[in-house]
């Protein structure tokens, strides 16, 4: 006698599925496990082989555990990974404050902006961006900061606080001569008051993945709040 598939819920008169009919079923849509492997889940395997097919769907459950099991690993071993580089990204950031906060002149906070925070963040090169006709700010002029027109700034940042690019060609009006060596960037608005121009630092990294559309900006975002608290310092400048 058949085995009933039944649903107490179901009206009397609704017609029982049968063992023979779900097995009848399953020969005639011989992948309907790889269509719906989540079925594996509630299957129960025979506990012993009785013939090479029986063999060969104990396999296919085994085969599905081994690649939940890597799919697993991988996942995990993914989180550790950015578990560690946000450490080791959260400490650079923390050493380039520091250091930062020990210049001991206007133009030595500037060289360490644009020279020791290269180093400190692993990046190829880094670089203050200022729009000005050379008067809006005093010391505009000092070495390492590029000045550029009104409304460069905003053309290239479209409104955007943070522009991260990859696999992209250095800008010569921001890398200097150092703009052949840029494959991908991270440009960070510097607001330093209301009443001064717009301001970015770029990072320039000669790896074309470095920086990449839609990672986290919360770390170099906070980099470049220190810089405007530290430019107002300095320069004796109202919020």
Not at 2 to 28: F, G, H, Q
Not at 170 to 189: C, D, F, H
Not at 201 to 212: K, M, N, T, V, Y
Request: hydrophobic share 40%; glycine share 6%.
């Amino acid at each position: 006698m058949s085995d009933l598939v039944t649903d107490p819920e179901t009206d009397d008169k609704t017609p029982s599925i049968t063992s023979e009919d779900v097995a009848a079923y399953l020969r005639e849509n011989p992948r309907f496990l790889q269509s719906h492997p989540e079925i594996c889940d509630v299957l129960v395997p025979p506990k012993k082989t009785q013939g090479r097919k029986i063999a060969d769907f104990q396999s296919f459950l085994i085969d599905r555990l081994k690649a939940d099991k890597t799919k697993a690993e991988t996942t995990t071993q993914e989180i550790v990974k950015t578990a560690r580089n946000n450490m080791n990204n959260q400490a650079r950031i923390a050493r380039a404050v520091l250091r930062l906060l020990e210049a001991q002149s206007f133009d030595e906070f500037i060289e360490a902006v644009t020279m020791d925070l290269t180093a400190m963040l692993d990046v190829d090169i880094t670089a203050l961006i200022v729009e000005s006709n050379g008067h809006d700010i005093p010391h505009v002029q000092s070495s390492g900061v590029r000045v550029v027109p009104a409304g460069t700034i905003q053309n290239w940042m479209q409104g955007k606080p943070s522009l991260l690019q990859s696999d992209i060609g250095g800008i010569e009006a921001i890398y200097g001569g150092g703009a052949n060596l840029v494959r991908s960037q991270a440009l960070v608005r510097v607001d330093i008051s209301l009443d001064t121009p717009p301001a970015i630092i770029a990072f320039g990294s000669r790896d074309p993945e470095l920086f990449q559309d839609g990672q986290g900006t919360e770390q170099v975002s906070f980099l470049a709040r220190v810089v405007e608290r530290l430019f107002r310092t300095w320069l004796n400048i109202p919020h």
